[in-house]
T-cell receptor, first 114, second 113 residues
């Protein structure tokens, strides 16, 4: 089983709909992240959480919200999806000790908003 | 603002033709520089972490090096299975960005047999 699991893997939704992407991890890491990837733009940080009570906005948080339900679970919501949110979304985790630990990524969720 | 820039955007090599990928970074007090490999439709896979200028790390045909302004990923005698997108990321030592990774746009490497 994957250490970082994202569901769903693929989703097509209509403009204006609310959608939630879920992420769970078995690595025991405190830190969790949501990134989106667009062709030519690399990975951009949406939100990050250093523990259950600590949630922070990344560089492109507008139109998104998150919930850290437990140490192992971090979900991303699009309250009212729009077509330019069509992208590949990745959840990642890292170990909080030391401050420079590598991040481990899930397999991604391909979201299409029509 | 932290920035990471990778070049070239795409690189096409013949099998066995060695080359290097570049990652330039502007990060306030670099804490770590990371290299990842990403295959189509999959999540990035961790390759290396570099912490200080002069450090080098190797894994099979790949060697990563770090200076005060940039990092290189050297690929020696590449094979077709090395074809992938290679991503570079950096994290600062402190401040409000502590613990966050800033990624470059990636270099798409294609190795022809």
């Amino acid at each position: 089983d994957a250490d970082v699991t994202q569901t769903p893997r693929n989703r097509i939704t209509k403009t204006g709909k609310r959608i939630m992407l879920e992420c769970s991890q078995t690595k025991g890491h405190d830190r969790m992240y949501w990134y989106r990837q667009d062709p030519g733009l690399g990975l951009r940080l949406i939100y990050y959480s250093f523990d259950v009570k600590d949630i922070n906005k990344g560089e492109i948080s507008d139109g998104y919200s998150v919930s850290r339900q437990a140490q192992a679970k971090f979900s991303l919501s699009l309250e009212s999806a729009i077509p330019n949110q069509t992208a590949l979304y990745f959840c990642a985790t890292s170990d909080g000790t030391g401050g420079a630990a590598e991040a481990f990524f899930g397999q991604g969720t391909r979201l299409t908003v029509v | 603002e932290d920035q990471v820039t990778q070049s070239p955007e795409a690189l096409r090599l013949q099998e066995g033709e060695s080359s290097s990928l570049n990652c330039s970074y502007t990060v306030s007090g670099l804490r770590g520089l990371f290299w990842y490999r990403q295959d189509p439709g999959k999540g990035p896979e961790f390759l290396f972490t570099l912490y200080s200028a002069g450090e080098e790390k190797e894994k099979e045909r790949l060697k990563a090096t770090l200076t005060k302004k940039e990092s290189f990923l050297h690929i020696t005698a590449p094979k077709p299975e090395d074809s992938a997108t290679y991503l570079c990321a950096a994290t600062p030592a402190g401040g409000t960005s502590y613990g966050k990774l800033t990624f470059g746009q990636g270099t798409i490497l294609t190795v022809h047999p």
